[in-house]
Nanobody, 124 residues
Framework: QVQLVESGGGLVQAGDSLRLSCEAS????????VGWFRQAPGKEHEFVTG???????LYADSVKGRFTIARDNAKNTVYLQMNKLKPEDTAVYYC??????????????????WGQGTQVTVSS
């Protein structure tokens, strides 16, 4: 059974930074692609960024230049560094993993495993 656990969320002011972590169980984490999604109240899951098993990354236009994704396979962890946060970044942030794949799916439903989410609130 694979588990993903997000951490690092919180309440910050506009312009501040946060770093989210997604820690995974399982010895084959290095072969997974991992995506970060967010969901604001009343909205669908929105793709934020993702990283392939080889380290390639993809970003939504809304976060490009402000957010950075990275992975540390030795720690079974993927990080999301969020800088210059805006009130519109407020959402529950989730990580998701797809096993043995070189893609970063943009659709939440294509992933195999999902975390429980961590709340990020950005005040103006």
């Amino acid at each position: 059974q694979v588990q993903l656990v997000e951490s690092g969320g919180g309440l910050v002011q506009a312009g501040d930074s946060l770093r989210l972590s997604c820690e995974a169980s399982g010895s084959t984490f290095g072969s997974w692609s991992v995506g970060w999604f967010r969901q604001a109240p009343g909205k669908e899951h929105e793709f934020v960024t993702g990283i392939t098993r080889s380290g390639g990354s993809l970003y939504a236009d809304s976060v490009k230049g402000r957010f950075t994704i990275a992975r540390d396979n030795a720690k079974n962890t993927v990080y999301l560094q969020m800088n210059k946060l805006k009130p519109e970044d407020t959402a529950v942030y989730y990580c998701a993993a797809i096993s043995a794949d070189t893609r970063v799916p943009l659709n939440w439903n294509y992933y195999n495993y999902w975390g429980q989410g961590t709340q990020v609130t950005v005040s103006s």
